[in-house]
């Protein structure tokens, strides 16, 4: 086991973070020996310290101590980026972790439709968020990316008109 150095970017869609929230997010994360932003626009970042045996295991416990200290804070939103590194290496040589992943099923569930309509909009919404990763087993996105394509939906509910059923 060994000291690692989380930085996490929660986007509160908010805007400016109020004081009292941010007390109590700083207050929860006190014990990782927290240090605290956050900007008009409603960024909060935290740089703290976990204890891991290796960096899949460190980004778990920042997640899950950032996450924790976010709830009762009520800051809302979502983590968007991880920065991990040993806590003896250098900022320069960290191992930038990316938000969590989806696939089309995943993001079907997120958005409230089928997998089908998913990989519809993936392929033809001039807005959809591009896949960062493309293989024979499919796409994959990321998931901060589809909850802000999600916010600016306008979704249409039912079939457009001239399309007839499946039989």
């Known amino acids: 086991m060994r000291d690692w150095t989380a930085e996490l970017h929660r986007e509160t869609g908010r805007g400016d973070p109020d004081r009292d929230a941010l007390d109590t997010y700083l207050d929860e994360l006190v014990d990782h020996h927290v240090a605290l932003s956050a900007t008009p626009q409603g960024r909060v970042?935290?740089?703290l310290t976990v204890t891991a045996a290796d960096p899949a295991t460190a980004v778990a416990n920042a997640l899950e101590a950032e996450d924790a200290?976010?709830?009762?804070?009520?800051l809302g939103g979502y983590v968007t980026a991880v920065t991990v590194a040993d806590a003896a290496t250098p900022d320069g040589?960290?191992?930038?972790?990316?938000?969590?992943?989806?696939?089309?099923t995943d993001i079907g569930k997120l958005l409230g439709v089928s997998r089908q309509r998913a990989g519809e909009l993936a392929r033809d919404h001039a807005l959809f968020p591009p896949a960062v990763v493309r293989s024979s087993t499919g796409s994959l996105f990321e998931e901060a990316a589809i909850r802000a394509f999600k916010d600016s939906w306008e979704r249409k509910v039912g079939r457009p008109a001239g399309q007839p059923l499946s039989a």
């Open 45 to 47: 970042s935290a740089r």
């Open 69 to 74: 200290a976010a709830t009762k804070a009520e």
């Open 93 to 104: 040589e960290a191992t930038w972790i990316r938000t969590p992943l989806l696939g089309l």
